[in-house]
């Protein structure tokens, strides 16, 4: 089984935090992580599961045995019990993990009940720090993370991921609380996956949906907190010049992508004409998942202005400013370099890397031309 870096963070929270919540999308390993750090485990999806812990309450809490409780947003009844049981026993750590793939609705229940009582840590797919060198890893941006969908096993890709996302429009969506029709829901995910990488307009969505665009952002609220699409915020600066003001819309895992528009192979894939937002939607993702891991404090933006000065990716920690250029090609030439430069001296980034296929790095801790290895290198580091 392959280790997930994950881990070490579930357990040293674990160690700090009488109960600590691992959220993320459906079928990334959530369960198979927690079973890895142990505990009793109750799945509360199930209503058989629910009455078994229902009844083996008492007995479960004058025990000294960890509880796994999946899917816990389900079981609305269950978190005032948990607030109980914790603030009898403040200072034992450790006693619950809970998984949750809906955050808006996990995270309602904590802040009502466990509010500084429970640390939270997300997990992603398959990132490219956890996967062997070689066809695995190189299997990741076309097939994505998911660990069924193919990267481990490439004859799923990419009927897995049509049938995950048509078993999410059908029946987790609507249960989690969407309030959208399966068709008009999986309509909505192709389109978003037309406007991978792009501004977001809701209107323009909305009109193509009979939709108002309120609508829409409710829809994309919902999606975004389904660990599907990550809304990158666009970076605000005082430079005299008008700046692009609506986020750009990404898929996280660019499997389910690629099957929306029709790719099956990698051929396929670098002959389409949008190629070049799957690749930089692929790096932005990757460089903010080893940056959570790295458990740093962070705020990611793009920048753009209204006439064609763009960064990728912006990085905000506290102290040092990060700028991000992504560029598909394997030659990546001096004058992306030297545009690079002059937009990071707008933002006043401290680092500028321009991320491109090349195995040629050359690039120090300041910035330079680096591949995505290198890139996710720098990041562990800081």
Same mark, same amino acid.
Request: net charge positive; aromatic share 8%; hydrophobic share 45%.
């Given at each position: 089984?392959?280790?997930?870096?994950?881990?070490?963070?579930?357990?040293?929270?674990?160690?700090?935090?009488?109960?600590?919540?691992?959220?993320?999308?459906?079928?990334?390993?959530?369960?198979? &992580?927690?079973?890895?750090?142990?505990?009793?485990?109750?799945?509360?999806?199930?209503?058989?599961?629910?009455?078994?812990?229902?009844?083996?309450?008492?007995?479960?809490?004058?025990?000294?045995?960890?509880?796994?409780?999946?899917?816990?947003?389900?079981?609305?009844?269950?978190?005032?019990?948990?607030?109980?049981?914790?603030?009898?026993?403040?200072?034992?750590?450790?006693?619950? &993990?809970?998984?949750?793939?809906?955050?808006?609705?996990?995270?309602? @229940?904590?802040?009502?009940?466990?509010?500084?009582?429970?640390?939270?840590?997300?997990?992603?797919?398959?990132?490219?720090?956890?996967?062997?060198?070689? =066809?695995?890893?190189?299997?990741?941006?076309?097939?994505?993370?998911?660990?069924?969908?193919?990267?481990?096993? =490439?004859?799923?890709?990419?009927?897995?991921?049509?049938?995950?996302?048509?078993?999410?429009?059908?029946?987790?969506?609507?249960?989690?609380?969407?309030?959208?029709?399966?068709?008009?829901?999986?309509?909505?995910?192709?389109?978003?996956?037309?406007?991978?990488?792009?501004?977001?307009?809701?209107?323009? &969505?909305?009109?193509?949906?009979?939709?108002?665009?309120?609508?829409?952002?409710?829809?994309?609220?919902?999606?975004?907190?389904?660990?599907?699409?990550?809304?990158?915020?666009?970076?605000?600066?005082?430079?005299?010049?008008?700046?692009?003001?609506? =986020?750009?819309?990404?898929?996280?895992?660019?499997?389910?992508?690629?099957?929306?528009?029709?790719?099956?192979?990698?051929?396929?894939? &670098?002959?389409?004409?949008?190629?070049?937002?799957?690749?930089?939607?692929?790096?932005?993702?990757?460089?903010?998942?080893?940056?959570?891991?790295?458990? @740093?404090?962070?705020?990611?933006?793009?920048?753009?202005?209204?006439?064609?000065?763009?960064?990728?990716?912006?990085?905000?920690?506290?102290?040092?400013?990060?700028?991000?250029?992504?560029?598909?090609?394997?030659?990546?030439?001096?004058?992306?370099?030297?545009?690079?430069?002059?937009?990071?001296?707008?933002?006043?980034?401290?680092?500028?890397?321009?991320?491109?296929?090349?195995?040629?790095?050359?690039?120090?801790?300041?910035?330079?031309?680096?591949?995505?290895? @290198?890139?996710?290198?720098?990041?562990?580091?800081?």
């Amino acid at each position: 089984m392959l280790r997930r870096s994950a881990a070490r963070i579930v357990r040293d929270r674990l160690t700090g935090n009488p109960a600590v919540a691992l959220v993320g999308p459906r079928q990334c390993g959530k369960t198979t &992580l927690a079973r890895a750090i142990g505990g009793a485990y109750f799945d509360l999806e199930q209503e058989a599961e629910r009455l078994r812990l229902d009844v083996e309450w008492e007995a479960r809490m004058a025990g000294r045995e960890r509880l796994i409780l999946d899917e816990a947003q389900t079981w609305p009844e269950l978190f005032p019990r948990l607030r109980g049981a914790i603030d009898r026993e403040r200072r034992r750590s450790g006693r619950f &993990l809970l998984l949750g793939s809906v955050s808006p609705a996990l995270m309602t @229940r904590v802040s009502e009940s466990l509010a500084g009582r429970l640390a939270l840590v997300e997990l992603s797919p398959f990132h490219w720090s956890e996967l062997p060198a070689g =066809p695995t890893r190189d299997r990741l941006w076309l097939c994505g993370g998911f660990p069924d969908g193919g990267v481990l096993r =490439p004859a799923r890709f990419p009927r897995w991921q049509l049938d995950y996302l048509a078993l999410m429009a059908q029946r987790d969506l609507p249960a989690w609380g969407l309030p959208s029709r399966p068709q008009a829901t999986l309509r909505l995910l192709h389109m978003l996956a037309a406007v991978h990488g792009q501004a977001w307009n809701a209107s323009q &969505l909305g009109q193509s949906l009979g939709l108002s665009h309120h609508t829409v952002n409710s829809y994309l609220d919902f999606l975004a907190g389904a660990f599907l699409i990550r809304r990158l915020a666009p970076f605000h600066a005082n430079i005299g010049k008008r700046l692009t003001k609506s =986020p750009k819309v990404y898929w996280r895992d660019t499997g389910l992508l690629h099957a929306l528009l029709n790719v099956a192979d990698r051929t396929a894939l &670098l002959s389409q004409p949008w190629v070049g937002a799957s690749w930089e939607g692929f790096v932005i993702e990757q460089v903010l998942v080893a940056m959570s891991l790295s458990t @740093r404090p962070f705020d990611p933006f793009f920048f753009r202005t209204s006439d064609g000065h763009e960064i990728d990716l912006v990085l905000n920690l506290g102290r040092e400013r990060w700028a991000i250029e992504v560029k598909l090609s394997s030659s990546p030439s001096p004058a992306d370099w030297e545009r690079l430069n002059r937009v990071a001296d707008m933002i006043g980034a401290d680092r500028r890397y321009l991320v491109s296929m090349s195995p040629a790095v050359s690039a120090d801790a300041r910035g330079g031309s680096v591949d995505l290895a @290198r890139l996710l290198e720098l990041v562990a580091r800081g």
